[in-house]
């Protein structure tokens, strides 16, 4: 019989959810993987129906659940209509410990991370929020990428201001800490990777590793913003996002580095080199 604590995995499908539950699964810890999946479609044994704005969702998730690590509803400016509910059902349910993923740039009087994350605090037993810098595989798996590779250009707001990217490896090895350490973290983890690079610099780094040329196209705030509504993105939160490029770009707010990965993990963050050189997850 497995003593270890069962935990619920929201966000299963994306960068940290579906590395954090690889994690798990590989320690023999027993996961529930939170999926947003029609009826009608056969659903594996570890997994569950989940949706936020579904209430009727909730307990079948819940169930004797142990852990939870939150992950917010993509594209709403006020997931905490959704999360707070669900975070008071799961407490109240048995729930011991939930760990929340948020963003380096949103503190806990921010928007769309910011009440969730008071939440955690005054409500949890135990409790931990990962605040990453920008995902390293923005470049490898993400919308960068498909720049990269269809006009050999980085597009961003963020001038020559520098981000501390990290990799999801990173974060899903803390976030595996968070959940499965004795000893409840209670607090927030600011997390980066080893080196502050601007969009240039990035640039520059592709192009070396890569052995191609790669350029830095910065974008004005309209310019970025626009391109995100016009790919589909709601007009709130794509202005949203242009202004944590605007707010890089003139105030610094990703320009850090911590040792969160080391002093949690015992092992160094993955600089964006090596993972450039790492065969690519599918």
Same mark, same amino acid.
């Given at each position: ?23 798990? @699964? ?7 993987? $939170? ?5 009608? =479609?056969?659903?594996?044994?570890? @997994?569950?129906?989940?949706?936020? +704005? ?14 939870? +690590? ?62 990453? /810098? +920008? ?9 960068? #990428? ?9 597009? /961003?707001?963020?001038?020559?201001? #520098? ?14 800490? $968070? ?26 780094? =592709?192009?070396?590793?890569?052995? @191609?040329?790669?350029? +830095? ?8 913003? #626009?391109?995100?509504?016009? /790919? ?5 939160? $794509? ?6 490029? #605007? ?26 080199? @090596? ?8």
């Amino acid at each position: 019989m497995n003593d270890k604590p069962l935990t619920l995995i929201t966000g299963a499908s994306g960068k940290t959810g579906s590395r954090i539950a690889a994690m798990l @699964q590989n320690q023999n810890y027993p996961v529930r993987l $939170a999926v947003r999946k029609k009826s009608g =479609f056969d659903l594996d044994d570890n @997994q569950v129906h989940f949706d936020w +704005y579904d209430p009727s969702t909730y307990a079948a998730a819940l169930k004797n659940v142990d852990h939870v +690590y939150l992950v917010v509803p993509i594209l709403d400016m006020n997931p905490e209509d959704v999360m707070i509910p669900f975070i008071k059902e799961a407490i109240w349910g048995g729930v011991k410990r939930l760990v929340l993923l948020g963003s380096a740039s949103i503190d806990e009087d921010g928007p769309v991370f910011g009440k969730v994350h008071q939440t955690l605090k005054e409500l949890a037993p135990e409790w931990a929020v990962l605040q990453p /810098s +920008y995902f390293m595989e923005n470049f490898t798996e993400g919308p960068h #990428r498909m720049t990269m590779e269809q006009h050999g250009e980085i597009y /961003s707001a963020t001038g020559d201001g #520098r981000v501390g990217f990290v990799s999801a490896d990173d974060i899903a090895a803390v976030a595996f800490h $968070a959940l499965t350490d004795e000893e409840p973290h209670n607090t927030e983890h600011i997390i980066t990777g080893p080196e502050a690079l601007s969009y240039g610099q990035i640039a520059d780094i =592709f192009s070396r590793v890569m052995k @191609q040329t790669i350029e +830095y196209r910065p974008l004005s705030d309209e310019e970025l913003t #626009r391109g995100m509504v016009e /790919s589909g993105m709601p007009a709130e939160y $794509a202005a949203f996002l242009a202004g944590l490029d #605007r707010l890089i770009r003139e105030e610094g707010t990703e320009d850090q580095t911590t040792d969160t990965v080391k002093n949690v993990t015992g092992r160094d963050p993955i600089s964006l080199e @090596q993972l450039i050189t790492m065969p690519v997850r599918v």
